[in-house]
């Protein structure tokens, strides 16, 4: 071929390729950004009742130690360890035999007395008839009228002493003082007890119902009565409690606040709380470590913010972004109390109607031009559009 018919050649070839190549280079015009669409919660007041969780320990209503009134030995131990027993249940049998005879000889005595009484009786009835009749000297009715007061007094004096041996036979019966659940048993058939000794024979616990002891500090028990007094909380109703175990389980029923103390405790600085629950399967038992939670107010226009909307500073101060009038992400510093739910509490930072972001917060910055949607709403970025943006 020609070197003229070789160019003529690629001059047609580089004619042709030109617009593809300039279409090639052309670039697409830059996408058009509207304003960051974010889910906003919109804040409302309600009233909402207060509740503290406070640490507490279980303790029997009621508690009684077993012991002794008279020295013997033990003959028989009647009652199963662990096991619930009725006020008055016979728990062990004292030897009574020497009781028994003691009582047997305070019958005979008091029966002599009263022989002895009925004659000075006698004695004295006819002395008086014979002193009317000078028979005898006044001096002689009156040493039988006498004798016939101490033997009135003689017979008392034994039917005393009758009913004391009779207590102390009686005590040889050692019966449960309270109904309750009794623990095991530290003395065996066989064993000498004194009167009032101090070791107890066992104990009994009344278990149901069952006391819940709490301690809350004097400073959130004062800030709550303070609230209380300025009409920012109402009084609770019932005081009812609610009951957390140690395993993390709930306590299936509730109980009720009894009373506060009216000390603080100087090394704490905590206030004694007590409430009492029903325990009649015997779940709760003394000494358990249980966290109670205590309704202690209403809140009548409280204010609660999403816990996914509230943010902490590098102060560890609560902060939200929330969208103003002008649909402009705004920081708010806030001021929160406890948390209710999935939800804080918001004291201070918050109005009614105030629109909480709480969707799209990793995106927006304060100052930022905002589109709101209700939270839940915003629908979810196509799969791969991450991607396909960075390329």
Known sequence: ???????????????????????????????????????????????????????????????????????????????????????????????????????????????????????????????????????????????????????????????????????NLDYTRVTAPIAGRIGRSTYTQGALVTASQTDALTTVQKLDPIYVDISQSATDLLALRRSIAAGQVGQAGAAEVSLKLEDGSSYPLKGRLEFADVTVDQTTGAVDLRAIFPNPKGELLPGMYVRAVVDQGVAKAAILAPQQGVSHDAKGDATAMVVNAQGVAELRPLKTGQAIGDKWLVTDGLQPGDKLITEGLLKVQPGMPVHAVPAGSAPAPPPGAGGAAAR
């Open 1 to 167: 071929m020609s070197s003229n018919l070789r160019g003529a050649v690629m001059a047609c070839l580089v004619l042709a390729v030109a617009p593809s190549l300039q279409g090639c280079g052309r670039r697409p015009p830059p996408p058009s950004f509207g304003p960051l669409e974010v889910g906003v919660v919109t804040v409302e007041s309600q009233p909402v009742t207060l509740q503290t969780e406070l640490p507490g320990r279980t303790n029997p209503l009621a508690i009684s130690d077993v012991r002794p009134q008279v020295s013997g030995v033990i003959k028989a131990r009647l009652f199963t360890e662990g096991s619930n027993v009725k006020a008055g249940q016979v728990l062990y049998q004292i030897d009574p035999a020497p009781y028994r005879a003691a009582y047997d000889q305070a019958v005979a005595q008091l029966a002599s007395a009263q022989a002895n009484l009925a004659t000075a009786k006698l004695k004295a009835d006819r002395y008086a008839d014979l002193v009317k009749i000078n028979a005898i000297s006044h001096q002689d009715a009156d040493d039988a009228k006498a004798a016939y007061g101490q033997a009135a007094a003689a017979v008392a004096q034994q039917k005393a002493a009758l009913e004391a041996a009779k207590i």
